[in-house]
């Protein structure tokens, strides 16, 4: 018997041959967890200028004093209006609208609640010649001052940020429409199997589901890559060799198949890609998805999953999606929480991806399995919370024993 492989000899075999993509550029509205390919920095500063925080007055405040200072009204600023060209005088006061720029002359604003005018008196009521400011004003009270937030040509954003929805909003602030970013990696999926039907096709004896490929589309873009999905192979040479070459048409940079990779198992999938490209047939110290194909066909990168389900996400997640997120330039960080197993548990001494349901139970998290740890149970990662990971040689194990949980949703 071949001896396993380690999962992290096999992934660092794999990311080896992986590097960051070429960047392009994205609209905004589209950059979404995308990774910035380089800075960002900005040509103007955020504001451009000082503007009020307040729908309210702005004066001087060396001029309020008291619990009640009578200002005369000289000038009405909404938002959006340009900066005002005369500067407040003393004794002297501009209505003003939040956002819109801080006249000359004023260095605070007070807002309406806390004058004569009351806090509806907003740019649609008339304007009055007086206003009574109530109470104390504060250099600097409800102004954003100019660069507040960005100074003109600093970086605001570096390479490899991830984008949220807080940087899209800051590259629309420093004006940037065509955004510089990773490319995306084009991920072809093909499940090859003569017993496989469509989910749209009738179920005739004998047939199973094709679940493989979209579990996989949907996997490929949870980690930001373009999923490109391929009718299913059936076991024919001449279909497989057809839809390996439909694969590599659309110029991937990944070629992601499942099944016809057990080690024994006469498969057309081994023949035709022997033809293609180098891929050896792994035997990986892992449960479930011991079997997996890695190699290159004529030079993209091959994987090669397991058919069973399960097997078939547990490997993507731990082999493919660290590929995919090096290729889009976006860090690994996986999360993963501490928990204690809530029931005996045993392994075979592989590493294994035991599938749990979290529960906190005071200051510590329990983790007890989702049933039957078949590799073709799917509602077992429906169910799942995440993947408790048990270490190579450890065949028993009690309850209360520590362990790491890959967590496969949120636990809020």
Do not use: C
Request: charge should be negative.
């Amino acid at each position: 018997m071949s001896t396993l492989l380690s999962v992290d000899e096999a992934t660092e075999r794999i990311l080896a041959d992986f590097m960051r993509l070429p960047a392009e550029r994205a609209l905004l509205i589209e950059s979404l967890g995308r990774v910035l390919a380089e800075d960002v920095r900005a040509e103007t500063a955020i504001p451009p200028f000082a503007n009020s925080s307040m729908d309210g007055y702005a004066v001087r405040a060396a001029d309020i004093g008291g619990e009640n200072t009578l200002l005369r009204v000289v000038l009405d600023i909404p938002a959006g209006s340009p900066p005002a060209t005369r500067a407040l005088d003393v004794g002297e006061a501009a209505r003003i609208m939040t956002g819109a720029p801080i006249p000359p002359g004023a260095d605070a604003v007070v807002p309406m609640e806390k004058t004569s005018q009351g806090w509806n008196a907003g740019e649609n009521a008339p304007l009055a010649d007086t206003v009574v400011v109530k109470g104390s004003v504060s250099v600097g009270d409800s102004v954003r001052a100019a660069g507040e937030d960005i100074s003109a040509g600093e970086i605001a954003l570096t390479a490899g940020t991830l984008i949220r929805p807080a940087e899209m909003g800051i590259l629309s602030a420093l004006g940037v429409a065509l955004v510089p970013v990773v490319r995306r990696p084009r991920v072809v999926i093909l499940s090859t199997g003569d017993e496989l039907a469509d989910a749209g096709d009738a179920l005739e004896p004998g047939k199973i589901r094709d679940v493989n490929s979209y579990t996989l589309v949907g996997l490929v873009t949870t980690y930001g890559g373009i999923p490109i999905r391929l009718p299913i192979a059936r076991d024919t040479v001449e279909d497989v060799r057809r839809r390996f070459s439909e694969a590599l048409d659309a110029e991937p940079d990944i070629v992601l198949s499942s099944a016809g990779v057990s080690v024994g198992t006469f498969d057309v999938v081994k023949l035709v890609l022997s033809e293609l490209g180098d891929v050896g047939f792994w035997r990986v110290n892992l449960r479930p998805g011991k079997p997996l194909a890695y190699g290159h066909l004529k030079g993209v990168p091959f994987f090669g999953l397991p058919g069973n389900p399960v097997s078939a996400m547990v490997t993507f997640d731990v082999f493919v999606r660290p590929a995919l997120l090096k290729l889009s330039g976006r860090p690994d960080a996986l999360p993963t929480v501490n928990a204690v197993t809530g029931e005996p548990m045993q392994s075979d001494g592989r590493r294994s991806y035991v599938r749990v349901i979290l529960k906190r139970e005071g200051d510590r998290l329990v983790a007890t399995t989702t049933g039957t740890q078949s590799s073709g149970a799917l509602m077992s990662m429906v169910r799942a919370d995440g993947l408790m990971i048990i270490p190579e040689t450890v065949t028993e194990i009690p309850v209360g024993t520590l362990f790491p949980v890959r967590l496969l949703r949120s636990l809020e």
